[in-house]
């Protein structure tokens, strides 16, 4: 069910302008408003769902798919030497907005445990 407040489904809608980077039928990724680093793009399932934590099995097939893209996008841009893909789940962990997203974060040294 697409959601009427979700900014993300705005963007989906074209109610709310980004920087497209690449869309099909399922997923739509677009520039992060507020990057981590040289790259980070925000992959998305064009259907809301909030969250990890509340996509079900039939959500299996878009969720690989928003990963899948990530890594051609990091193919596109040359960053295979080293990126990460990261999903905030809930807000201890950092999720400010609650449709799905794949966090695509490279083109600089990543330091790891993340904070
Ligand atoms: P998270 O904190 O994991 O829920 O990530 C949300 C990300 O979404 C955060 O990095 C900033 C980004 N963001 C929030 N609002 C907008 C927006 O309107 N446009 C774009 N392009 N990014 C947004």
């Known amino acids: ?6 900014i993300f489904c705005k ?4 109610e709310i302008p980004s920087k497209k980077v690449y869309e ?3 997923i739509l990724a677009f520039e992060d408003l507020n990057p ?18 509340e996509a079900s099995l039939d ?5 690989g798919r928003c990963h899948l ?3 051609q996008i990091a193919r596109d841009r040359n960053i295979e030497n080293g990126y990460r893909t990261v999903l905030n ?7 400010s907005v609650f449709h799905l997203h794949v966090h695509l974060i490279g ?8 904070g």
Request: net charge neutral; glycine share 12%; aromatic share 2%.
């Open 1 to 6: 069910m697409p959601s009427p407040d979700c």
């Open 11 to 14: 963007i989906v809608r074209g």
């Open 24 to 26: 099909d039928e399922h």
């Open 36 to 53: 981590q680093g040289p790259t980070h793009v925000l992959v998305i399932p064009k259907k809301h769902i909030a969250g990890l934590k």
């Open 59 to 63: 959500d299996a097939e878009v969720v």
């Open 69 to 71: 893209a990530a890594a």
């Open 89 to 95: 789940v809930g807000p201890q962990a950092g999720q």
């Open 107 to 114: 083109g600089r040294q990543l330091s790891w445990p993340p």
